[in-house]
């Protein structure tokens, strides 16, 4: 099973920026559709974004036009930049290869303050 690791939480105040990285412990280049979700307390984990082999994407309508994602398959990872924070992104991150049997980062901080 692969692993993936985030990185690039923290805190940073409303309208700034964020860059959160997905590093895999192996080649990503056969996992076709790799994402990004996220979780805030009391509420479900939601998807926030897709990326696929050829490069399509799909984003939460939530995040449109403020959150982009990439894929360097070249070096194992997938990125997520974020941009016009608001709180309400305040949540854990993770990455998800969407591939049987699915398998989940261990999530990273998101903290944005009003």
């Known amino acids: 099973q692969v692993q993936l690791v985030e990185s690039g939480g923290g805190l940073v105040q409303a309208g700034g920026s964020l860059r959160l990285s997905c590093a895999a412990s192996?080649?990503?280049?056969?996992?076709?559709?790799m994402e990004w979700y996220r979780q805030a307390p009391g509420k479900q984990r939601e998807l926030v974004a897709r990326?696929?082999?050829?490069?399509?994407?799909d984003y939460a309508d939530s995040v449109k036009g403020r959150f982009t994602i990439s894929r360097d398959n070249a070096k194992n990872t997938v990125y997520l930049q974020m941009n016009s924070l608001k709180p309400e992104d305040t949540a854990i991150y993770y990455c998800l290869a969407d591939i049987p049997p699915r398998t989940w980062g261990q999530g990273t901080q998101v903290t944005v303050s009003s």
């Open positions: 990326i696929l082999g050829g490069g399509s994407t």
């Open positions: 192996r080649s990503i280049f056969s996992i076709n559709a």
